[in-house]
């Protein structure tokens, strides 16, 4: 499948996906309707440019691109694309209409769909969904869609990737010094020693450097 690109819905998907709640409602768009269907398809632009405006936030490229490496775009992803649109020009939609044009709660059938919506989008701002697919350096979406190019200790202070610190050969010293206090039984000074003479190899004029 093709990478998508907007707009992510349709008007007949529109319509799909209000009859499976609102069977009771003529939902044909037309130059009479209300809302009409030139005012549909611009919502389907707006919802379009705020799912974009989020993904490239996150950090994805706009148009999206394939994931590096990859030959085909996951289908299951186009689909929920168009999904998460639809439900967001539902909301409009839904709202515009007269029998039910007053103000809703959070909650009630009113303000279903776009409580629906809205919960979608916070979950692709925070990275709960992610997407396969191409990011910019520097970004959430690199550091959610790759691993670490190094060892990590990710139980005390979070995701730690020591490669972005120091060399791999001053972080081997250092788990080496640690490798030969836990097995080889040094003692604690020799420990201490150790990681000293670790210190001072990396850090040979200024003594400086991160906490060990």
């Known amino acids: 499948m093709n990478t998508p690109t907007p707009p992510y819905t349709t008007a007949p998907l ?5 009859r499976q709640r609102y069977p009771q409602l003529p939902y044909t768009f037309t130059e009479t309707t209300t809302p009409t269907l030139n005012e ?8 379009g440019a705020e799912i ?12 999206l691109q ?34 039910l044009a007053t103000p809703g709660r959070e909650g009630t059938q009113l303000d279903d769909y776009r409580t629906e919506y809205y919960k979608l989008l916070q979950r692709l701002r925070t990275g709960e969904i992610l997407f396969r697919a191409d990011f910019r350096h520097g970004t959430l979406a690199e550091k959610m869609l790759t ?10 202070a979070g995701m730690y990737d020591p490669s972005r610190y120091e060399s791999l050969e001053g972080y081997t010293r250092r ?30 004029v200024t003594g400086y450097g991160p906490a060990i």
């Open 147 to 156: 691993p670490p190019s190094g060892p990590r200790n990710e139980w005390t």
């Open 14 to 18: 529109i319509v799909l996906l209000l």
């Open 52 to 63: 974009d405006m989020t993904l490239s936030t996150f950090g994805y490229y706009i148009p």
């Open 175 to 204: 788990m080496q010094a640690v490798r030969d206090y836990m097995i080889r039984g040094w003692t604690t000074h020799e420990f201490q020693a150790g990681v000293a003479a670790y210190w001072n190899y990396a850090y040979p």
């Open 66 to 99: 394939l994931y590096p490496g990859d030959t085909e775009w996951p289908a299951y992803q186009s689909y929920f694309l168009s999904y998460l649109c639809s439900v967001g020009v539902a909301g409009y939609t839904i709202r515009s209409q007269k029998p």
């Open 40 to 47: 549909v398809l611009q919502a389907i632009d707006w919802i």
